[in-house]
Structures are given as structure tokens and as C-alpha cells.
């Protein structure tokens, strides 16, 4: 029996099998009646005190409630409702059959919809708001409503994804979406949506394509590609017209490739893709297992030494002065030569424990000259938790003091709810600066006692450099024992905690400016080495740093013979005197055998060599132009840093730059 309720009588049944919501989709219910009013009666069943329980219809029933909450309903609002006189158990099953068939709207069908309410007068922000529907999310669907037919059709018979629609979607050209569609219609390979947007926004591929590359001229043509060439086109100006054809041979090959590689480097799989990169679909609900450069073998490293030998002597052609053009243009060359060696030997691959690769996997990326290439990262498959199940996850739900009840979500289901709850999370996060700040300090340093096997909370990595020499640690350098000052005076009393959750709430608990010596440590420790020098070591956004804090290199580091004198030429070391002092001073010099004219340099430059005032304050401020930081001249009003900060004080003692500054 059909029947009018005052909303005021009607509350929830606890036989109805619904149990979860969507806030996004309740809002844009709200935004449904209060717009259209109640299109779908509720079905009841007879209560205690004339109320009326809803078997089907909760959702519903909750945004009359919010909407008279707001007063754009009555509180005795009349409510069409279906009256049952069935018993229990029939209520829970017309309450199941309500929620378990109803079926949601085909994208195709919402993009007709939506097309047809704007041809009508009604704006996009009409629509949106009438069904309670962000803008972006209207015009996504009214632009599929200008899809070529053939595309629009295969959307709704649900012959293609939504994803792929969207793709298509990229060019508005209706009759280059039909031909692409054409084209992979055929293709003995599924499509996915980047191959997709490839195609549509490109009618030809020229020759100098990766993936034209890749397949070859001669392969292409054999299987049927078609190539159009102008008058003055050579084989990379050329046009390939087939594409599909082109991406179908493409993909085959790296398919091909990643098997072989797969078998090669012992994986359990390799995944390739024809984009430069591994994109975040590629790589979604993977995660990247620990791995370390290669060790030097002792043939690699006795090969650099042999290297760095005779780097030092086409070096010396180079600093002699009397060298032939021809010798000189000889040793810049071997340089070259020997510093790409050097780099490609120091190259390590990852690698990774044996136990793990077995089950690890990698990506093969097209890189931009055709050529396949494994990224060096190592993949696993995320574990499922014990609780997970194909057909479902089992979720307790209940607060405290409630009876727990049981309930089984899908998979996608709670994959969709986890992302949306990361957004809530992060949108907090995001508009709490100081807690973001935190919490990138923490993840940082904590790395060092995170277990790689738990799945981290966050992306967030800044692993410490390596360094271009192994073991190598200057400990007689102010700013290395600095340094390693600064590391020990950190408190790391928040690494007592037992997980990370406890050493979160215990870093947290710590004083401003100890969270704040963390911060500078973590950032600190993942610089990369770089020098003052054309080449491999140049590092210009290093070089800005140093010169917009306006380091002075010589209050930190200073020549000796055994760091510097020893290691360069006689000539270099007369230059450096020649610098300070001018030719007077180097000359006094020029007969000194090296050995003592390393010694006798070390002097000038420390200080402790008897010369006139003004020679000493220059061999006191000269460090060589590598270890200088190119200077940038500060901009007019900008607040300048104090050249002293971060330096050693006059005591010899390390002071931070707040102290020096004051």
C-alpha cells in the first residue's frame, strides 16, 4: 500500500542490510531532492508509537533529515512510502533486493543527460549544483557528450572504459577519434589510454619517434606501415602514418625484451611501457624494495687508481705552459676520455638481496632514441593483509562499548575509501604547515630504523649520497667534525619508541629548536658532492646556495700538503703563490724541489711563513677557484645572510649562525 508519512515518523530499521555510505555521493543526493524532490518512495514497515521503520530507503530518509536540519523541509515533510505487512525476515530481503540490483548510470548516459539539461538553458554550474556535483566533474561528462558516435556508442555498450573514453576525449576532432578507434579496433593488442592520447593527438609519427626507433623501417613497412615523405623529408622527417600499427609493433618488441631481460636478470617479471617514464598507473600497488650500488671489484678499483694516475699527468701537459698546441689538444681529450671511464665505472647498478629477487620485478622504459632501458628501481608486489580475500575484506566495525558487528567490503570498495580517506587526511595535513613540517622531519630521519619491510606511511625518501669515493672521510676538516658534532648533539631520545607511531609522538614532544636541528640535518645530509668545475661535479643550484648564505670557503678549509700541495703540479703551486704574493714571492720558490715546496706552501697559506702583512691576509683568504662557490650578485633589496654564519668563531669553536650572528 502506497501511503504518505510525516518525515517526523519515520526512523531507522536495523534489518535494513545497508550499513555504509559515501559522504560525496550523500551530499550529491541532498542536492537531488532538495532540487527534483523524493523521485523513489521508501519502503516501511508498521512501528511502535504510530513511527514507521524504513526497510529500503535509509539514505534517503538521512538527507530529508539533513535537508530539514537546514530548514528547507518541514519536519512533518509528507514522505511517499511503500507500507509492508510482510514479516521480518521479508523485510530484510525486499531491503537487500532494493540496495543489491539497483544499477549505476552508464558515464554515456550521464553524459547525454547532462547534455541535454545545458541545450535546454541550464549552465554547467546549474547542473553541478542541482545534483550536487562538482563543475570539473559536469564538464568531464558534457565532453564526452562530443565524442565521435562510434566512440561514444562502445563507451555505453561498455565495449571501451571510461579511462579510454577520456583518452579519445584528449582531441576534439571527431573524425581523428574515429579513425584511432578504427585502428585499434583491429589491433591484436588491448589499448590502454596513454597509447590512446598518443594516437589521437598525433595523426602521424615521424621517423625520429622512440617507437619508430625501436621497430625499425624496414620492420614496420613489412608489416604493412605506410610511409608519406615530402621532397625534402630524410628518414627522420618522414611520416609514419600507421600509427596503431606503429604501437602494436612497439609494444610486441618491448614486450619481447622485458621477457628476455626478466630471464636474464633472474626477475620474476619486468613490465614495459612505451613512455620514457614509469608512470604512477604502472607502478600503482608496487613498492620499491632496498637495493645498493654494486661493490667495486678489485680490477675496478685498481683501474680507477691507474685512471687517476694518469688523469695527473695529461693534467700536468695541461698546467706546463710550454706544452705544444698539439700535445695539449691531445690531453684535453684523453681527460675527456678518462673522466667518462671514471663515470662509467663509479655507475653502479642496484643491487638486491638474493632473497628478494625472486619475487622482484623492474620496468623497462623507452628512452628518447628508441632504445629499451631498464630503470634501476626494484618492485615487489604489495602483501595482502591476512584479512584480505578476493571476493572481499572482512571489516569490524563498532565503536567502543557498541556490539561489533561484521561485514565484508569488496576489494575495489576499500580501495576506493582508502584513497578518499587519504585526501581527507592529506587536505589537514596540507593546511597544518607546522604538522607537515614534522612529520616530513620525522619520516626522514626515522628512515634509519624504519623496517623496509613494514609499508611506509608516506613517499617522502632522502636517502644519504653515497659520495664519488668509498670510505673516504676528511676528519681533520673543521666543517667535517662539525658536522659530526652537530649529528652527536641531536636528541634522539624519540628513537626509543617501540613503532613508529610511538617514535612520531615522542619526536613531536621534543622542544622547537631540537626538531628544527633535525630538519637541517636531514636536509643536510642528502647534498651531493660537487666542485666549482666544468664537468660531472658541477652542481649550479649548490653553487647558488652557497653564494646566496655567502660562505666564505676559506674560514673552513684550508690548503695543505697532504689535502692539496702534494697532489698537483709544481706549476699549480707557484701559481697559487704567484696569486698572493705575486712573482716575487713564487720566484723565491721556483727552485725548491716539489716535496719541499709542498711543505714550504702549506706555510704561506696557513699563516706561519714570515712575509709582509698584506701577503699573508691574501695566502689567509685564497682557497683554489674549485672550492670556491660561484658567486651570485644578490639582488637589491634582498635580505642578505651574514658571510660569517655557520663559521668557526674566533674561539675555534663551532658556533651555529644565530650565535655568530649575535
Not at 532494493?98 to 553524459?111: G, Q, S, T, V, Y
Not at 695539449?328 to 638474493?354: G, N, Y
Not at 649548490?542 to 702534494?566: K, V
Not at 706555510?603 to 682557497?623: D, H, M, P, Q
Amino acid at each position: 500500500m502506497i501511503k504518505s508519512i510525516p518525515l517526523n515518523k519515520l526512523v531507522q530499521s536495523l534489518r535494513n542490510v545497508r550499513r555504509h555510505s559515501d559522504p560525496a555521493a550523500d551530499a550529491e543526493l541532498r542536492a537531488s531532492i532538495a532540487a527534483h524532490g523524493l523521485l523513489q518512495n521508501l519502503i516501511v514497515r508498521p512501528a511502535a508509537k504510530g513511527k514507521f521503520e524504513v526497510e529500503a530507503g535509509e539514505r534517503r530518509r538521512r538527507a530529508m533529515l539533513a535537508l530539514a536540519d537546514e530548514k528547507i523541509l518541514a519536519r512533518d515533510h509528507e514522505v511517499t512510502c511503500l507500507v509492508l505487512e510482510d514479516s521480518a525476515e521479508v523485510a530484510v530481503e525486499t531491503s537487500l533486493a532494493e540496495n543489491f540490483h539497483r544499477l549505476a548510470m552508464n558515464p554515456a548516459d550521464e553524459a547525454q543527460a547532462f547534455a541535454a539539461l545545458v541545450a535546454g538553458g541550464a549552465t554547467v554550474e546549474d547542473v553541478a549544483r542541482r545534483f550536487g556535483l562538482t563543475v570539473r566533474f559536469v564538464e568531464g561528462r558534457l565532453r564526452l557528450a562530443t565524442l565521435a558516435p562510434v566512440v561514444f556508442d562502445a563507451l555505453a555498450s561498455g565495449q571501451i572504459t571510461l579511462d579510454i573514453a577520456k583518452a579519445f576525449g584528449a582531441t576534439s576532432d571527431q573524425e581523428i577519434q574515429a579513425r584511432v578507434f578504427e585502428q585499434v579496433s583491429s589491433a591484436y593488442y588491448a589499448p590502454n589510454p596513454d597509447s590512446i592520447r598518443r594516437m589521437v593527438l598525433s595523426g602521424t609519427v615521424r621517423g625520429s619517434d622512440p617507437r619508430a626507433r625501436l621497430v625499425g623501417r624496414d620492420a614496420y613497412i613489412t608489416a604493412g606501415g605506410r610511409i608519406e615523405r615530402e621532397l625534402f623529408d630524410n628518414d627522420d622527417s618522414e611520416s609514419w602514418v600507421d600509427v596503431a600499427l606503429l604501437e602494436s609493433l612497439a609494444a610486441a618488441k618491448m614486450e619481447e625484451q622485458a621477457k628476455a631481460l626478466a630471464a636474464e636478470q633472474g626477475l620474476a617479471w619486468v613490465k614495459p611501457t612505451l613512455d620514457p617514464y614509469a608512470s604512477h598507473d604502472l607502478v600503482e600497488g608496487l613498492v620499491r624494495l632496498p637495493a645498493e650500488p654494486a661493490p667495486l671489484t678489485e680490477a675496478e678499483l685498481a683501474r680507477l687508481d691507474a685512471l687517476d694516475a694518469s688523469y695527473d699527468e695529461y693534467a700536468s701537459i695541461l698546467e706546463d705552459e710550454d706544452s705544444a698546441e698539439e700535445a695539449v689538444a691531445a690531453a684535453e681529450a684523453a681527460i675527456e676520455a678518462i673522466e667518462r671511464e671514471c663515470q662509467d665505472i663509479r655507475a653502479r647498478p642496484p643491487v638486491i638481496a638474493a632473497e628478494l629477487k625472486a619475487e622482484a620485478g623492474m620496468v623497462l622504459v623507452l628512452s628518447r632514441d628508441g632504445t629499451p632501458v631498464l630503470q634501476p628501481v626494484f618492485y615487489g608486489e604489495r602483501q595482502a593483509e591476512p584479512a584480505e580475500a578476493d571476493d572481499g575484506v572482512e571489516v569490524v566495525g563498532g565503536g567502543e562499548g557498541s556490539d561489533k558487528r561484521r561485514t565484508t567490503l569488496s576489494k575495489r570498495l576499500v580501495d576506493e575509501l582508502a584513497m578518499q580517506r587519504r585526501d581527507v587526511l592529506a587536505l589537514h595535513v596540507a593546511s597544518d604547515p607546522g604538522l607537515a613540517l614534522d612529520i616530513m622531519v620525522f619520516t626522514l630521519a626515522d628512515a634509519d630504523t624504519h623496517d623496509w619491510r613494514a609499508r611506509a606511511a608516506s613517499t617522502l625518501r632522502a636517502p644519504v649520497p653515497a659520495g664519488p669515493i668509498i670510505g673516504f672521510e676528511a676528519k681533520d676538516a673543521p666543517a667535517s667534525s662539525g658536522l659530526a658534532e652537530f649529528r652527536s648533539s641531536l636528541d634522539e631520545s624519540w628513537r626509543a619508541g617501540d613503532d613508529a607511531i610511538s617514535r612520531f609522538d615522542l619526536f613531536r614532544a621534543l622542544p622547537e629548536d631540537s626538531r628544527a636541528a633535525w630538519l637541517g640535518y636531514v636536509v643536510a645530509r642528502s647534498l651531493e658532492a660537487s666542485l666549482n668545475m666544468a664537468g660531472e661535479r658541477q652542481l649550479p643550484f649548490q653553487d647558488h646556495l652557497g653564494s646566496l648564505i655567502g660562505i666564505d670557503m676559506a674560514q673552513w678549509w684550508r690548503p695543505t700538503a697532504a689535502n692539496y700541495f702534494d697532489r698537483v703540479s709544481k706549476q699549480v703551486i707557484l701559481d697559487a703563490l704567484t696569486d698572493v704574493g705575486g712573482l716575487e714571492l713564487s720566484s723565491r720558490f721556483s727552485s725548491v724541489k716539489k716535496g719541499d715546496l709542498a711543505m714550504s706552501a702549506e706555510r704561506v697559506f696557513s699563516g706561519t711563513y714570515i712575509t709582509e702583512v698584506e701577503v699573508r691576509e691574501k695566502a689567509l683568504a685564497w682557497v683554489p677557484e674549485v672550492m670556491r662557490f660561484a658567486s651570485a650578485a644578490p639582488e637589491a633589496g634582498e635580505a642578505e645572510i651574514d658571510a660569517a654564519d655557520a663559521e668557526p668563531g674566533v674561539d675555534g669553536e663551532i658556533h651555529t649562525p644565530r650565535e655568530l650572528a649575535a
